[in-house]
């Protein structure tokens, strides 16, 4: 079945920083791409195969998910992480860089990691890691994170 879809190529834009701040607002994500379908945001890159290519579905109130908003309200600085991946590696060096204590929870060491990968992905529309979170708040991934670094914005949750 062939589908009318819209691309909008952000580096072919003037606005793209206003853009991506919009979707950051929007879906909590400022990377893309981000997918809509009928105004609601399916995620990104892998969240849309995801969506119509299984029959997954999350719990919201399971073990996974109870664990994960607990650590995100009790946590001032919260990574979600894959032991192993570079993207991660680079959110930990920025959190190190500015003398930030953060706990990071290896999806890839436990044995629930994928059920909350599952969950986050649908929290934050994207399953993909880093997924970080400040004082509650998803700031994104590790392109969101080094951006607020680079711009001295990310200070400002600290102060």
Partial sequence: MKQDFTAIELDHRTDCEEIQNILGKITGARTV???FVNGECLGGASDPKTRFCSNISVNMTSAAAKFVKNLIEKEKVLIFSKSYCPYCKIVKDVFDEIGQKFT???LDQRNDGEEILTFLGHMTGANTVPRVFVNGEFLGGAS?????????DLKTYFD
Avoid at 144 to 152: F, G, H, I, T
């Fill in 33 to 35: 791409p981000r997918v």
């Fill in 104 to 106: 990071a929870v290896e």
């Fill in 144 to 152: 969101d994170v080094r951006e607020l670094y680079e711009n001295s």
